[in-house]
C-alpha cells in the first residue's frame, strides 16, 4: 500500500513564494516518477511538474516553466515543489501523485497514487 501525504500549502499575496512537500510510504519510492498535480475550481486537473524516479529529468507545464522547481530525495521518500512568483491563477489545491513506470507522463489519469492534496491560495 503506497500512501501520500503532502504539507505546505497555505495562502500566500501574489509574487510570494512557498514550498509543498510530499512523503511517500513504502520501500519502492526510488522506482517510480513522481508528479505535481493541481486542479482549480472548475478546471481540469494539471500536471504542473514532474520528475523520473532519480530525480534526473524533470517536466513543466508552460503555466509554472521558469517559476517552480520539482525535486526529489530518495534516500527519504520525500518530494517537493518550490513555488516562487506565485499568481492568482496559481491557487488550487495541489496533489503529490506517483505513476506507475519510473518515466513520468503529462497527462493526470496516468497517475495511479494520490495524495489527499493541500489547498494554495495567492491573493492579489
Known amino acids: 500500500q503506497v500512501e501520500l501525504v503532502e504539507s505546505g500549502g497555505g495562502l500566500v499575496q501574489a509574487g510570494g513564494s512557498l514550498v509543498l512537500s510530499c512523503t511517500a510510504s513504502g520501500r519502492t519510492f526510488s522506482s517510480y516518477a513522481m508528479a505535481w498535480i493541481r486542479q482549480a475550481p472548475g478546471k481540469e486537473r494539471e500536471v504542473v511538474a514532474a520528475v523520473n524516479w532519480s530525480g534526473g529529468t524533470t517536466y513543466y507545464s508552460d503555466s509554472v516553466k521558469g517559476r517552480f522547481t520539482i525535486s526529489r530525495d530518495n534516500a527519504k521518500n520525500t518530494m517537493s515543489l518550490q513555488m516562487s512568483s506565485l499568481k492568482p491563477e496559481d491557487t488550487a489545491i495541489y496533489y503529490c501523485?506517483?505513476?506507475?513506470?519510473?518515466?513520468?507522463?503529462?497527462?493526470?489519469?496516468?497517475?495511479?497514487?494520490w495524495g489527499q492534496g493541500t489547498q494554495v491560495t495567492v491573493s492579489s
Open positions: 501523485a506517483r505513476a506507475g513506470s519510473s518515466v513520468y507522463y503529462t497527462e493526470a489519469p496516468d497517475y495511479d497514487y
